[in-house]
């Protein structure tokens, strides 16, 4: 298990790296110029020039790359071109908004996606099952930014309850009720795209696990219906549903930016769209770099809890 872990580890610098490097030369090839948004349409080529060295952005870009990457190393993200804030502060302040909108998503969606799995597969192919099978289909085809535009239009507009429309987010510090209101709707969309994945499978997962012979024996003792699932089958069908969720929840972590974006949540999602507009190089390195690093240890954590769960994982 320690080899293991690792090695792991030296993957997931490895990527980091590599994720580093990357971002750093695909958002120099991004439209617009940071100087005009600095110093407005009416700059000339002489203040340019000068701004460029200032910022330095007129040495090679390898030597930005070294820069950069040091300073972070360090934990300076660099000051914003356009606020004139630190990036680490303006992430920091971000970041809380995406973290809860996933842990509620993800706690709603493996609260549907659990019990409903566990109750189709017991009866693969009756009334249930394709019910939920059809239902999953279809939601599965809908874009996220549809489903809440429609919720929104619902919810917020034709019933006008407080605190679910755009612009209309509340810190938690500020009050707690209303937070979860706000947040509502875009947890609930996000909760939609996860619980399809979940439930899907997990189901096939059981049907399988169901028809192993250890499940026939357990039966043959008596031990009831409700114990054999969540003693005896739920764990070794989990194994695939931790897999999922890795890549699910690093996906929702950049995956939630257009939900952000359209009820203006000023997450990280909201935040780099707007820093994109602005050709705020440094904002949008930063957060790329966040988001990039937070999949990878979400896929880490979970790689970790599978090799719990199936220990016979790490020994091949």
Do not use: C
């Not at 947890?187 to 619980?195: K, R, Y």
Request: charged share 10%.
């Amino acid at each position: 298990m320690l080899r293991y872990v690792i090695r792991r580890l030296v993957m997931l610098l490895g990527i980091v790296f590599v994720i580093s490097v990357g971002s750093f030369y695909l958002i120099h090839l991004l439209p617009g110029d940071p100087a005009v948004v600095i110093l407005g349409t009416g700059a000339t080529p002489q203040n340019k020039l000068i701004l460029y060295k200032q910022l330095g952005l007129n040495r090679p870009i390898y030597e930005q790359y070294f820069t950069w990457i040091g300073n972070v190393l360090h934990g300076n993200m660099g000051t914003s071109f356009i606020s004139q804030t630190s990036v680490a502060s303006t992430i920091r302040a971000a970041l809380p908004i995406d973290v809860e909108l996933i842990v509620l998503s993800q706690i709603l969606a493996f609260a549907a996606a659990i019990p409903l799995a566990m109750r189709s597969s017991r009866r693969p192919d009756g009334p249930l099952d394709r019910i939920l099978g059809a239902t999953s289909f279809t939601l599965l085809s809908v874009p996220s930014f549809i489903i809440i535009v429609l919720l929104v239009l619902f919810i917020s507009i034709k019933l006008g309850i407080p605190h679910t429309g755009p612009s209309s987010y509340v810190t938690l510090s500020s009050d707690w009720i209303a937070n979860l209101e706000s947040l509502a709707l875009p947890a609930f969309t996000l909760a939609i795209g996860s619980f399809v994945v979940y439930y899907r499978v997990l189901r096939s997962d059981l049907i399988a696990t169901l028809q192993e012979e250890f499940i026939t024996m357990a039966r043959s003792k008596g031990i009831s219906q409700r114990r054999i699932m969540w003693r005896h089958a739920f764990r070794p069908s989990s194994v695939a549903l931790l897999g999922s969720a890795g890549v699910n929840i690093g996906g929702l972590l950049a995956g939630g930016f257009v939900v952000q974006y359209l009820l203006a949540i000023p997450g990280l999602g909201f935040t780099l769209i707007n820093a994109i507009n602005m050709s705020d190089y440094l904002l949008v390195q930063g957060i790329v770099l966040v988001v990039s690093v937070g999949v990878v240890l979400i896929n880490f954590i979970f790689d970790f809890i599978i090799n719990i769960v199936d220990p016979r994982i790490s020994r091949e």
